[in-house]
Nanobody
Framework: VQLQASGGGLVQAGGSLRLSCVAS????????WGWFRQAPGKEREFVGA???????IYADSVKGRFTFSRDIAKNTMYLQMNNLKPEDTAVYYC?????????????????WGQGTLVTVSS
């Protein structure tokens, strides 16, 4: 499985961005998928996940502002980010898991994309 994340960029605080993650090599609907992010000088942290059944979970820091969705036909997962804050600035990584209900632990995810940079200016 290969994952390709895109959609990052520079946005002002309060703005929106939509990240995409395209998966190749395995039917999208049989896996769960997550997003992580790593801010400068910090450890990578869990943003949220969409499970194989479509259920979504979010970190408290993004709940109510970020939304996951997926287009199974296109093997693509989306992360819609609204009301962005400067503290959302990070490299965002998409990840794929063979588990049906992974949580926020990196070891639960088997495949990783290369990351896309999101910068939120104040």
């Amino acid at each position: 499985v290969q994952l390709q994340a895109s959609g990052g960029g520079l946005v002002q605080a309060g703005g929106s961005l939509r990240l995409s993650c395209v998966a190749s090599g395995r039917p999208f609907s049989y896996n769960s998928w997550g997003w992580f992010r790593q801010a400068p000088g910090k450890e990578r942290e869990f943003v949220g996940a969409i499970w194989s059944g479509g259920y979504t979970i979010y970190a408290d820091s993004v709940k109510g502002r970020f939304t996951f969705s997926r287009d199974i036909a296109k093997n693509t997962m989306y992360l819609q980010m609204n009301n962005l804050k400067p503290e959302d600035t990070a490299v965002y990584y998409c990840a794929g898991s063979s588990r049906n209900t992974p949580d926020g632990y990196e070891y639960e995810y088997d495949y990783w994309g290369q990351g896309t940079l999101v910068t939120v200016s104040s």
